[in-house]
């Protein structure tokens, strides 16, 4: 069974960083497609961004300001958010999948097998 366990949520001023940390259980990790997602209240789970198949995909309203990275070795991947905005706010979930996701499905939540607890985020003006 595959583990997801996210870290590094937390309250920041607006313009400020965090960084987020998933780290995943299961001894084929490097061939995950893995993906961040968020849900603000009273919203429907968004895509944030996502790492397939050696390629990088965000949404457009963190493009330029979120970074997704994974470390293989230590079975984790994070999400670096900088510039932060109030409208980052949310429960960010990070997603796992065995296989590799192409355009079209890399955003869909549905495609993901695999997800974590959830870490907040909240942002401050």
């Known amino acids: 069974q595959v583990q997801l366990v996210e870290s590094g949520g937390g309250l920041v001023l607006a313009g400020g960083s965090l960084r987020l940390s998933c780290a995943v259980s299961?001894?084929?990790?490097?061939?995950?497609?893995m993906g961040w997602f968020r849900q603000a209240p009273g919203k429907e789970r968004e895509f944030v961004a996502a790492?397939?198949?050696?390629?990088?995909y965000y949404s457009d309203s963190v493009k330029g300001r979120f970074t997704i990275s994974r470390d293989n070795a230590k079975n984790t991947v994070y999400l670096q958010m900088n510039s932060l905005k109030p409208e980052d706010t949310a429960v960010y979930y990070c997603a796992a999948d065995p296989g590799l996701l192409l355009q079209g499905h890399y955003s869909d939540s549905e495609e993901y097998d695999y997800w974590g607890q959830g870490t907040q985020v909240t942002v401050s003006s």
């Open positions: 790492w397939s198949g050696g390629f990088t």
């Open positions: 299961g001894r084929t990790f490097s061939s995950y497609a």
